[in-house]
């Protein structure tokens, strides 16, 4: 029931009171009262949430016309890593893992040779 709902048996009651039981009239001044007070209570939910949240807006409207497509991303090489060290000694052309700090057949040091 609304506050509304609260005043108007509030007032029956004490209306009623006047003309034939008047303990009617106090129970008719807590009733008003306590509309009075759901009427604020209510007052202040729907200053804050009175109206629903618009859903996000996803897809603007196309007015019966297709929509364009958005063009595709550009493709990207994949990205070369370049080893920290040379992978073939530059003087002898040894072989080596990459994590030698001098060639191991002629000794030439690859520390010079980092990027």
Do not use: H
Not at 58 to 63: A, K
């Amino acid at each position: 029931m609304g506050s509304t709902g609260y005043y108007i048996i509030g007032i029956i009651c004490i209306i009623i009171s006047i003309f034939a039981f008047w303990p009617l009239f106090f129970v008719g001044i807590a009733l008003i009262v306590y509309g009075y007070k759901k009427g604020k209570e209510q007052k202040k939910y729907l200053a804050y949430g009175y109206y629903p949240a618009q859903p996000p807006v996803t897809q603007p409207y196309s007015y019966g016309y297709p929509q364009p497509t958005p063009p595709p991303p550009p493709i990207t090489p994949p990205r070369q890593t370049i080893p920290p060290y040379p992978l073939v000694c530059p003087n002898c052309g040894q072989r080596l893992s990459g994590r030698e700090r001098y060639c191991p057949n002629c000794g030439t040091d690859l520390s010079s040779y980092r990027r």
